[in-house]
């Protein structure tokens, strides 16, 4: 035999066994017998009584609902949820900076337009609208800041 046959021979042995399902041995399993789970669930019958009656679907839907406030109300499986606080409100900007940001984006978009439009540029319009979009660029550049704040005492700690 040569050593090509035996490795086909290992192949044929392993697609053969491919789908049989491994049989542990208790001894081999590192936790109790009591805890191996059964191989078919068990199946429980619940009967319902007719003191135990169900709302019909319509009621259900107001029932979970608080009809004083009109929210719902909390689910017991949703227990331990983390529900994260409503975000701070954004900070206001000053008009220099609105202006700066409509120029860095009104410029190219001016030019945009313009072309997509097919619109005849005169020197003075394309001009106007390029040194909008650089003035935008560098107020906005010139304006933020890159040193530490103010109300960081005399340690900064790690800046980032």
């Known amino acids: 035999m040569t050593p090509q046959s035996d490795e086909d021979e290992v192949w044929r042995q392993i697609v053969a066994s491919f789908n049989d399902t491994a049989v542990r041995d208790s001894a081999d399993q590192p936790w109790p017998d009591s805890e191996n789970l059964p ?3 068990p199946r429980r019958v619940v009967k319902q009584s007719d003191e135990d009656e169900r709302p019909p679907a319509e009621d259900l839907s ?11 109300q909390a689910d017991p499986d949703d227990e331990g949820h983390y529900v994260p606080p409503p975000p701070p409100p954004l900070p206001k900007t000053d008009t220099t900076t609105k202006i700066a940001w409509l120029a860095l984006f009104g410029g190219p978009a001016y030019l945009l337009l313009s072309a997509a439009l097919n619109w005849q540029l ?5 001009f106007t609208a390029v040194a909008a979009f650089i003035g935008g660029f560098v107020a906005l550049v010139v304006r933020m800041g890159d040193g530490p704040p103010n109300d960081s005492g005399w340690d900064d700690g790690a800046v980032i």
């Not at 107001?62 to 719902?72: Q, Y």
């Not at 005169?122 to 394309?126: I, N, T």
Request: aromatic share 6%; hydrophobic share 20%; no cysteine.
């Open 62 to 72: 107001d029932a979970d609902t608080d009809t004083d406030t009109g929210t719902e």
């Open 39 to 41: 191989s078919e669930p």
């Open 122 to 126: 005169q020197g003075w319009m394309l």
